[in-house]
């Protein structure tokens, strides 16, 4: 798919980018908590296009800034739809974790739509403590004076090292998909994942599974000892209109909660055990 500078301008011209809210549910409970904000292109031509291929061009063309004061505006404006006790996680890529204007961008767009930052988690990856350290460590250090929480995404899909849990005051780390697909393949990525669920235990940060798919994934994470999960289990991204069916369908969980926790309890341990490899003497 190839999408030019022109594309890009034009799509900003017509509105064409739009947040989706995808559900976070507390794993034991299958409680809802809150809701990530996920950018999505609707273009008039080409139509809805992923945001892996539209995000790369947007930072091409410089035009990160913008995409992300649109998103917030429109993200924020749907927080009289949520109640007191809901959070909401928004991305930032990797180069405006070092831009020391997004705090106060972020701050005025929160403010604008009456927000309160105590119920922002900001999500971002590795790149940035890999590019520039000492500046990602002030932009964060800034966001967390704001009182918003920090997030470290798609943990393990990249050079990832341990160290960087403790270089950046993360507050949660989110399990990549990649690795709850492999919970039910092999024992050696579960055991991975156990490890790093232990780790944040340790470090006083929580979890959240990403991708799940099954009832499951869902109930190994959950005896894993992960706190939070997303995926379309739960809930597909959906549009802000339809945040208010969410809330309705269940008082105090998410939609697909009741049915998802009954499947978990028809499972054991025995039953979504991974097959252990084979010992050839």
Excluded at 127 to 151: F, H, I, M
Excluded at 216 to 235: K, P, R, S, T, V
Aim: proline share 6%; net charge negative.
């Amino acid at each position: 798919m190839y999408l030019s500078r022109n594309d890009v301008r034009r799509a900003f011209a017509e509105d064409e980018f739009f947040p989706l809210f995808q559900p976070q549910v507390e794993l034991g409970t299958g409680k809802l908590v809150g809701f990530e904000a996920l950018a999505r292109w609707n273009h008039a031509y080409l139509g809805a296009i992923p945001p892996a291929a539209f995000i790369p061009i947007v930072l091409k063309n410089g035009c990160i800034n913008l995409l992300t004061q649109k998103l917030l505006e429109k993200i924020f404006a749907s927080a009289p739809l949520l109640p007191g006790s809901l959070r909401l996680s928004v991305n930032l890529s990797p180069l405006q974790l070092l831009d020391l204007t997004i705090p106060d961008r972020i701050a005025d767009a929160a403010e604008q739509g009456g927000f309160p930052l105590g119920r922002l988690t900001i999500e971002t990856t590795e790149s940035a403590l890999r590019d520039d350290l000492p500046g990602a460590q002030a932009v964060t250090r800034e966001l967390k004076t704001l009182g918003c929480r920090l997030s470290l995404d798609d943990f393990g899909t990249e050079q990832s090292s341990l160290f960087h849990l403790l270089d950046l005051p993360f507050d949660e780390l989110k399990v990549d998909r990649s690795f709850i697909r492999a919970l039910t393949e092999n024992l050696a990525g579960r055991k991975i994942v156990s490890a790093v669920i232990s780790l944040c235990k340790d470090l006083g940060m929580i979890t959240v599974a990403e991708g799940v798919e099954t009832a499951e994934q869902a109930y190994i994470m959950n005896d894993l000892g992960c706190e939070l999960a997303q995926g379309w289990l739960f809930g597909r991204p959906a549009p802000a209109g339809d945040i208010p069916r969410i809330l309705s369908a269940a008082p105090g969980t998410c939609a697909a909660s009741s049915a998802t926790f009954v499947e978990m309890d028809k499972l054991s341990p025995t039953a979504v055990r991974a097959e252990e490899p084979c010992q050839v003497n």
